[in-house]
């Protein structure tokens, strides 16, 4: 991804959505242990970095990441630390050797304050659209059980915008996870192919002066608000 997104988190406006995916698109997440084993490093390096992670799925081939960090330009550093470190522990256990990994991660910057949640919707309906699972917080290993159950999984931070889904605990949950439930082809053209930011146009215009240069253009930008075709229940 170009530089200019990590140089300026423009007042805290971005997150990030990381994706990395296996060479070849084989499995490289086996088993729970292997799961688990990513998760702890997930957790680790989310406070070594002061980062804050409010969505993730970790897939059989591939895994997702929408966070916030203090420092952006220390993202490389903290993407590439994390795959070496499973590379070293996957050719440990399986006796693998070569690359593990399809190459350099993609990273997408998404605003904050309208893209966050919907973001954060496709990345947890990951297991449901590969058939994994019938409902997205039946899968074991992203952050929907955090908010549909209210378990914590080390790795999760709150997301700002979950309030808005109910005024107690249990509303926020009922609420979070009808929304879960529901399929959006925006989200999943916006989020799938990470090709450009995904924020509004005085965002884009802003990082396009900072960049200095045109951005990559996105064919086909949503048409409406996310934030407003949020169903939530009152408050």
């Not at 998404?110 to 966050?116: G, H, S």
């Not at 952050?143 to 159950?149: P, V």
């Not at 989200?187 to 192919?193: A, V």
Request: with cysteine; charged share 25%; hydrophobic share 35%.
């Amino acid at each position: 991804m170009p530089s200019y997104p990590r140089k300026h988190q423009l007042t805290g406006s971005l997150m990030y959505h990381a994706y990395n995916r296996s060479n070849g698109g084989a499995t490289i997440f086996h088993d729970d242990a292997d799961y688990r084993r990513f998760m702890d490093l997930v957790q680790r390096y989310s406070s070594s970095f002061s980062m804050k992670i409010y969505h993730w799925v970790i897939m059989p081939t591939h895994f997702h990441l929408l966070f916030e960090l203090t420092d952006p330009r220390r993202i490389s550093k903290l993407l590439a630390g994390l795959t070496v470190v499973y590379t070293r522990y996957h050719h440990a256990r399986y006796a693998t050797h070569g690359f593990l990994w399809q190459g350099r991660f993609k990273l997408q910057p998404v605003q904050k304050e309208r893209y966050l949640i919907a973001c954060g919707r496709y990345i947890e309906r990951n297991p449901v659209e590969a058939g994994l699972c019938a409902e997205a917080d039946e899968y074991s290993y992203s952050s929907a059980r955090f908010y549909t159950h209210g378990i914590a999984d080390g790795i999760t931070v709150e997301d700002p915008t979950y309030a808005n889904f109910g005024s107690s605990p249990v509303l926020r949950r009922e609420g979070y996870r009808n929304f879960l439930g529901e399929s959006d082809s925006e989200e999943k053209d916006l989020f799938g192919g990470m090709e450009a930011p995904a924020g509004n146009g005085a965002l884009i215009e802003r990082l396009k002066q900072i960049n200095g240069r045109p951005l990559p253009q996105w064919k086909g930008k949503p048409k409406r608000d996310f934030l407003a075709s949020i169903a939530c229940p009152p408050r």
